[in-house]
């Protein structure tokens, strides 16, 4: 498979360079130049009869093509989905997807996991080290850091804003040690993400240590979240009914995967992007104009996104018809007071705790399901609540069954370089260090 830039469909780059690049260097997205379709009779009518391992292996081997060996990809794949994607029934045909069962608790696991096996294997043999440079608000790092643990050849240096993470999200980038390295950063988020992009344009610096991100952008970070839409799909398929499936969306990268499924012949019949606030897609959507404000705090803050970077990836899914578009997606936006709201009624009716990200995904299902209450409805629970209790009702956050890893990381030690937002520093910090 090839992949093209979205600012110039002639820049065309192999799976390989897509995801050693992240980025094309005229700052374009990378995109694949075909859409394989998947067979319906011989394989997605009888989806039930295979493996979610298979599945998954079919819905990728195509963006990969010749780059990795069939062996190796799908050892890859045994890696990412090592973990449960329990579909569970919330009210009568209403489902969530639970995407918090891995390392971090947070659906970013799957895309960091499988990055980190391509950029591994692309990686072998290779005598100096690569480092993976990236900034974190919260879940990216993580994400990251459990991804590429104990990868051969990848060193990961994290930047954070000190203070700013939560306590969780702190230990869960601090304390695996070995080829992971935490930097907190005496500043911003943005401090951290200005210090790594200059990273990126020091040649000097680069000629002594390699560097490469795990941007969520990046092609094997997006593509492998396709997986859990066939998973989820393949369950619900015996209900032989029309399937909407909604997704709290930040950067749509995740529901960008779906959709991309979708394309392939993954019968989803509509697609909900529930956002809070930051509501630019909302309000395209109604106003035909794309406008992105500053971004607002808010409950669901890994959605606090004002210009989601995924969203070209989705008009050009589309070929930019935005008719068609608007034929298999709709997208609301909710309140904090909705998202407590919703997190409140369901914990009282159905004994189901969502935390903020899941309550907007489940919000925009349930708003779209008024008109069509025939439908299997699913909505993505991208976080475990534990992750988010400190901005939860007091009420639910007495509720949240804290997971055992969990308890076990607090006992942890954490190890971090303290460092101003001073570039120079860094520098010097990445040219010593080995
Ligand atoms: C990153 C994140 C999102 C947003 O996903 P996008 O792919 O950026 O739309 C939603 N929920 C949680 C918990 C996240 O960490």
Same mark, same amino acid.
């Given at each position: 498979?090839?992949?093209?830039?979205?600012?110039?469909?002639?820049?065309?780059?192999?799976?390989?360079?897509?995801?050693?690049?992240?980025?094309?260097?005229?700052?374009?997205?990378?995109?694949?130049?075909?859409?394989?379709?998947?067979?319906?009779?011989?394989?997605?009518?009888?989806?039930?009869e295979y493996d979610p391992l298979y599945i998954a292996f079919k819905a990728i081997e195509p963006f990969v093509g010749e780059d990795i060996p069939e062996h190796h990809l799908k050892q890859i794949i045994r890696e990412t989905l090592s973990f449960p994607f329990p579909l569970r029934e919330v009210e009568e045909n209403v489902y969530a997807l639970e995407l918090f069962h891995g390392p971090t608790l947070a659906f970013k696991d799957v895309g960091a996991r499988f990055m980190a096996g391509c950029l591994g294997y692309f990686r072998r043999g290779s005598s100096q080290p690569v480092t993976v440079l990236v900034a974190t608000s919260g879940d990216t790092g993580g994400a990251v850091a459990h991804g590429f643990y104990d990868v051969p050849g990848v060193e990961v240096v994290i930047l954070y804003p000190s203070g700013k993470v939560s306590d969780l999200q702190e230990k869960q980038l601090t304390t695996l040690g070995r080829n992971i390295r935490a930097l907190e950063i005496n500043g911003s988020f943005d401090d951290c993400q200005r210090m790594v992009k200059t990273a990126f344009l020091d040649e000097e610096l680069q000629a002594v240590r390699p560097l490469t991100s795990a941007n969520s952008i990046n092609v094997a970070r997006w593509l492998p979240q396709m997986f859990y839409y066939f998973m989820a799909y393949r369950k619900v398929k015996q209900f032989k009914k029309e399937t909407v499936i909604s997704v709290p969306s930040g950067n749509f990268g995740n529901i960008c995967s779906g959709m991309m499924a979708a394309a392939m012949g993954l019968p989803i019949t509509h697609f909900v992007a529930s956002t809070n606030v930051n509501d630019t897609v909302p309000r395209f959507f109604t106003s035909g104009q794309y406008e992105p404000l500053a971004a607002i705090p808010t409950l669901s803050n890994a959605m606090d996104v004002a210009d989601p970077s995924n969203f070209v990836r989705i008009l050009q899914l589309f070929a930019q018809n935005e008719r068609a578009l608007k034929a298999s997606l709709t997208a609301y936006s909710f309140t904090d007071a909705d998202t407590v709201a919703a997190m409140e009624k369901v914990f009282e009716e159905r004994q189901y705790l969502l935390e903020p990200h899941g309550a907007v995904g489940y919000l925009g299902l349930k708003k779209y399901m008024q008109q069509h209450p025939n439908y299997t409805g699913i909505f993505l629970?991208?976080?475990?609540?534990? #992750?988010?209790?400190?901005? $939860?009702? =007091?009420?639910? @956050?007495?509720?949240?069954?804290?997971?055992?890893?969990?308890?076990?990381?607090?006992?942890?030690? #954490?190890?971090?370089?303290? $460092?101003? =937002?001073?570039? @120079?520093?860094?520098?010097?910090?990445?040219?010593?260090?080995?």
């Amino acid at each position: 498979m090839q992949y093209y830039s979205l600012q110039n469909h002639q820049h065309r780059v192999s799976f390989r360079e897509a995801v050693v690049r992240g980025l094309a260097p005229d700052k374009g997205l990378y995109f694949p130049a075909e859409i394989p379709k998947l067979g319906k009779a011989n394989f997605i009518d009888r989806l039930e009869e295979y493996d979610p391992l298979y599945i998954a292996f079919k819905a990728i081997e195509p963006f990969v093509g010749e780059d990795i060996p069939e062996h190796h990809l799908k050892q890859i794949i045994r890696e990412t989905l090592s973990f449960p994607f329990p579909l569970r029934e919330v009210e009568e045909n209403v489902y969530a997807l639970e995407l918090f069962h891995g390392p971090t608790l947070a659906f970013k696991d799957v895309g960091a996991r499988f990055m980190a096996g391509c950029l591994g294997y692309f990686r072998r043999g290779s005598s100096q080290p690569v480092t993976v440079l990236v900034a974190t608000s919260g879940d990216t790092g993580g994400a990251v850091a459990h991804g590429f643990y104990d990868v051969p050849g990848v060193e990961v240096v994290i930047l954070y804003p000190s203070g700013k993470v939560s306590d969780l999200q702190e230990k869960q980038l601090t304390t695996l040690g070995r080829n992971i390295r935490a930097l907190e950063i005496n500043g911003s988020f943005d401090d951290c993400q200005r210090m790594v992009k200059t990273a990126f344009l020091d040649e000097e610096l680069q000629a002594v240590r390699p560097l490469t991100s795990a941007n969520s952008i990046n092609v094997a970070r997006w593509l492998p979240q396709m997986f859990y839409y066939f998973m989820a799909y393949r369950k619900v398929k015996q209900f032989k009914k029309e399937t909407v499936i909604s997704v709290p969306s930040g950067n749509f990268g995740n529901i960008c995967s779906g959709m991309m499924a979708a394309a392939m012949g993954l019968p989803i019949t509509h697609f909900v992007a529930s956002t809070n606030v930051n509501d630019t897609v909302p309000r395209f959507f109604t106003s035909g104009q794309y406008e992105p404000l500053a971004a607002i705090p808010t409950l669901s803050n890994a959605m606090d996104v004002a210009d989601p970077s995924n969203f070209v990836r989705i008009l050009q899914l589309f070929a930019q018809n935005e008719r068609a578009l608007k034929a298999s997606l709709t997208a609301y936006s909710f309140t904090d007071a909705d998202t407590v709201a919703a997190m409140e009624k369901v914990f009282e009716e159905r004994q189901y705790l969502l935390e903020p990200h899941g309550a907007v995904g489940y919000l925009g299902l349930k708003k779209y399901m008024q008109q069509h209450p025939n439908y299997t409805g699913i909505f993505l629970e991208t976080a475990h609540p534990v #992750k988010f209790t400190n901005t $939860m009702p =007091a009420s639910l @956050a007495g509720k949240v069954s804290i997971p055992e890893r969990v308890q076990a990381l607090f006992s942890q030690q #954490k190890q971090a370089v303290k $460092m101003d =937002a001073d570039y @120079a520093q860094m520098k010097a910090w990445l040219m010593k260090t080995d």
